[in-house]
């Protein structure tokens, strides 16, 4: 398209699930919203492709979950735990109506792509922005110019009154803006494959903790027998065995997690490889700029939290947004509103993934820690819920459920 308008209210660059679902929520909310992609849909993602709970019920209240639904992803109501140890637990969602869905993070992503622009976004694919600069017009009317490369070389630069960075853990925006905190300190390496066979159950997600690392499989429709299979090991100290022949390592690492096939899975896609995932920010708002999903700050891909947090941010950042370009005021200050909202979010789910991840990295932790969630299941079922976002941390020091792990714990 050679003579597409390049103004815009907002510039959203990234469309996965944080930005295609804040751009539906703006662009019904009437404003004229962009979105630049440099992948063209669908495309796969290394992802563990669950959607918990909290993501649920998040879908719903952005109106967006019958379009997924549409589509069969598989149900999840429960989440098992494995350690090379043999130790077992198994915690369930409890509260009526709670489950997490399963589907490939292709589709999911495309659907989301469709609906923002049934919204009325404009979305364009193949789009890579390259930089981020602010124009010389007085504060008052100042607009945000990013400047992409189209996939044949075309250099184009697009206008908005914000632009927001949706463009994952090592964003453009982000670097750009000067907001990343640091270099990741925690390298992992997660390989994710398409697999197909039977044998498993398909109520719920399972993961299996080793010192090698954690190997999570989780149904990803409702009816094909199909699954997301993922590996996260530490690049350090597994990245030259996986480089040579990344398949080799994932078959590997699948053959040692204690599945249950009723014969050897047919691996149809991947692998899909990423990380690593420690990518903390200084803020998540610049004067004209705002950062949503991965790339407002990442921790550990183990807890399934990472679409339910893209989501929120989303949910928190179209209000934020919308008043601040209707008003003509986009300065840091009027953003500020959604810093705290997402500080809010992060800061007790930080929190529970730096436990897990002490925990998984020592063998003679996990080991003990999971034989013991075995046997205290209302405390685990509630640990699955908090890592759902479906109850606050905070419930997991409610006498009655704390005293089980005590208890039992003896």
Not at 90 to 99: A, P, Q
Request: aromatic share 6%; hydrophobic share 45%; proline share 6%.
């Amino acid at each position: 398209m050679t003579n597409r308008p390049t103004d815009a209210d907002v510039i959203i660059v990234g469309a996965g699930v944080a930005g295609s679902s804040l751009a539906g929520l703006l662009a019904l909310d009437g404003l004229d919203v962009v979105v630049l992609d440099r992948a063209q849909f669908p495309r796969p993602k290394p992802c563990g492709e669950c959607i918990n709970p909290g993501g649920v019920s998040a879908l719903a209240r952005m109106g967006l979950l019958n379009a997924v639904r549409e589509h069969a992803p598989a149900r999840l109501a429960s989440w098992s735990l494995l350690t090379d140890s043999g130790a077992r637990a198994c915690g369930r969602y409890t509260v009526e109506g709670e489950y997490g869905l399963g589907m490939s993070r292709a589709l999911l992503d495309e659907i989301l792509v469709k609906e923002a622009e049934r919204r009325g976004a404009r979305v364009y694919e193949g789009v890579k922005a390259v930089n981020l600069v602010m124009s010389d017009r007085p504060r008052a009317t100042q607009r945000v110019i990013v400047e992409t490369t189209g996939l044949e070389g075309r250099r184009e630069s697009w206008s908005a009154a914000m632009v927001v960075g949706a463009d994952g853990l090592r964003s453009i925006v982000a670097r750009r803006l000067g907001l990343v905190r640091r270099r990741p300190r925690i390298k992992k390496v997660s390989l994710t494959c398409r697999l197909r066979g039977t044998g498993p159950s398909r109520a719920g997600g399972v993961l299996f903790i080793t010192q090698r690392g954690t190997v999570g499989l989780a149904p990803v429709h409702a009816h094909e027998p199909l699954w997301n299979g993922t590996v996260v090991v530490y690049s350090k100290r597994w990245g030259r065995g996986i480089a040579p022949d990344p398949l080799a390592f994932f078959r590997a690492a699948l053959a040692q997690a204690p599945f249950e096939w009723d014969g050897a899975p047919e691996i149809i896609g991947g692998p899909w490889i990423s990380g690593p995932f420690d990518w903390p920010t200084r803020g998540a708002v610049a004067d004209g700029a705002l950062l949503v999903g991965d790339a407002s700050g990442y921790f550990d891909p183990l807890t399934g939290q990472g679409i339910c947090s893209a989501f929120r941010s989303a949910e928190f950042a179209a209000p934020v947004i919308s008043q601040a370009v209707r008003k003509g005021r986009t300065g840091v200050s009027q953003l500020l509103e959604y810093e705290h909202a997402l500080r809010r979010m992060v800061r007790p789910t930080r929190v529970l993934q730096r436990v897990i991840e002490a925990a998984v990295s020592r063998p003679a932790a996990y080991r003990v820690v999971v034989a013991r969630l075995g046997v205290s299941r209302p405390f685990t079922d509630r640990l699955i819920e908090v890592v759902g976002d479906s109850l606050p941390l905070r419930s997991l020091a409610a006498p009655g459920v704390l005293r089980t792990l005590l208890w039992r714990a003896r």
